[in-house]
């Protein structure tokens, strides 16, 4: 479901979420990029993307995020 958050001071459509290893990672369809913020909403890394993001899932300990502009899905997962 789509849902409103609050991203750095203004609000902008968030259509995935996702809890990974104690992390939120949100995806932005207006701001073109994921998020991810430690539970309690402080941002941690921005990743930005070239199109509108879509929702997402984890699978693992990956992320996959719909890339709705580009027609394709990025899979994120931590570096070490």
């Known amino acids: 479901?789509?849902?409103i958050a609050v991203?750095?001071?203004s609000q902008t459509l968030v259509p995935g979420e996702a809890v990974l290893r104690g992390v939120l990672v949100v995806s932005e369809y207006g701001g073109r990029r994921a998020q991810v913020l430690t539970l309690a909403g402080v941002?941690?890394?921005v990743l930005t993307f070239?199109?509108?993001l879509g929702g997402m899932c984890v699978s693992g300990e990956r992320v996959w995020v719909v890339d709705q502009g580009a027609h394709k899905v990025h899979v994120l997962e931590e570096k070490f």
């Open 50 to 52: 070239g199109s509108c």
């Open 7 to 9: 991203v750095r001071g």
């Open 43 to 45: 941002p941690l890394q």
């Open 1 to 3: 479901p789509w849902g």
